[in-house]
């Protein structure tokens, strides 16, 4: 069955950067595409990013050149990487894969989501 | 950026009641909208895309419709259950844009 879990620390420290993993099974990430979001405690769902099936990228502006999305087909896992963190980049980040059909395209599985706190 | 304008940011219904809730695009997206349902603690659940296409599982309570640009999902004699937040998000074009959210309590 399709499934997506992130892993990553729940402390970072004040500008340190943030690695999570989002490892998926139930299906392959040259097939379908997966994105960040995060959010906030207590606020909305913020998206970051994208990495789509055929290896591209796209960011949120928002992250300026703070944000970088990779993977690596064979582990079947999607890394984000945000460094410079701030207290305000404290929030739960999700993966989540993106199915584009001839209907229309929406994320149709998402992970747990994992709570990053930034720490000063 | 497309922004997508939420409406309204909280309400209360009970179950006999039609909820509606509304996302205003501030550009034309080509139906490139889904509803999201997302309950405490949970990830968010897709309920609709492509505007008015019901997702595999979601009670047909549920609908969306569209005119212009204003995007509505609307529930009809919602359960308890249906308490949660909703959000839409536009897929139009990057960055993808989710609204604000909407707080649904079913009394």
């Known amino acids: 069955q399709v499934q997506l879990k992130e892993t990553g620390p729940d402390l970072v420290q004040l500008t340190q950067t943030l690695s999570i993993t989002c490892t998926v099974s139930?299906?392959?990430?040259?097939?379908?595409?997966v994105h960040w979001v995060r959010q906030p405690p207590g606020k909305g769902l913020e998206w970051m990013g994208a990495?789509?099936?055929?290896?591209?990228?796209d960011y949120n502006s928002a992250f300026k050149s703070r944000l970088s999305i990779s993977r690596d087909t064979s582990k079947s896992q999607v890394f984000l990487k945000m460094n410079s963190l701030q207290t305000d980049d404290t929030a739960k980040y999700f993966c989540?894969?993106?199915?584009?059909?001839?209907?229309?395209?929406?994320?149709?599985?998402w992970g747990q989501g994992v709570m990053v706190t930034v720490s000063s | 950026d497309i922004q997508m304008t939420q409406s309204p940011a909280s309400l209360s219904a009970s179950l006999e009641e039609i909820v509606t809730i509304t996302c205003k695009a501030s550009?034309?997206?080509?139906?490139?909208l889904s509803w999201y349902q997302q309950k405490p603690g949970k990830s968010p659940q897709l309920l609709i895309y492509?505007?008015?296409s019901l997702a595999d599982g979601v009670p047909s309570r549920f609908s969306g419709s569209r005119s212009g640009t204003q995007y509505s999902l609307k529930i009809s004699r919602p359960q308890v259950d249906d308490s949660g937040i909703y959000y839409c998000?536009?897929?139009?074009?990057?960055?993808?844009?989710f609204g604000s959210g909407t707080k649904l309590e079913i009394k």
């Open positions: 990495m789509w099936n055929g290896g591209g990228t």
């Open positions: 998000l536009q897929s139009y074009s990057t960055p993808f844009t």
């Open positions: 139930g299906f392959s990430l040259t097939t379908y595409n």
């Open positions: 989540a894969r993106h199915v584009i059909t001839t209907y229309g395209d929406y994320f149709d599985y």
């Open positions: 492509d505007a008015t």
């Open positions: 550009q034309g997206i080509d139906d490139y």
